[in-house]
């Protein structure tokens, strides 16, 4: 995989409030902590969860969090 296939994903901490429809969507890179904010077990999103993580992205209702094709 070259560096222009990566994508990762971040969070913006001061936008979420911990609706946790992402960790819904994306288990497998986002759990929540005891207050319902994301915790992110990996910034890169492996190439058999891109459309997941797009998915999560697509829902977060706060814009919070972020897919970043590099």
């Known amino acids: 995989m070259t560096t222009a296939d990566r994508e990762t994903l971040r969070i913006d901490r001061t936008a979420c409030t911990g609706h946790g429809q992402c960790?819904?969507?994306?288990?497998?890179?986002?759990?929540?902590?005891?207050?319902?904010?994301?915790?992110?077990?990996?910034?890169?999103?492996?190439?058999?969860?891109?459309?997941?993580?797009?998915?999560?992205?697509r829902a977060c209702p706060r814009l919070a969090l972020h897919s970043d094709r590099r």
């Open 23 to 57: 960790a819904e969507l994306l288990p497998e890179l986002l759990t929540l902590d005891e207050w319902g904010y994301p915790v992110q077990h990996a910034t890169s999103v492996p190439p058999d969860l891109r459309e997941h993580a797009r998915r999560a992205v």
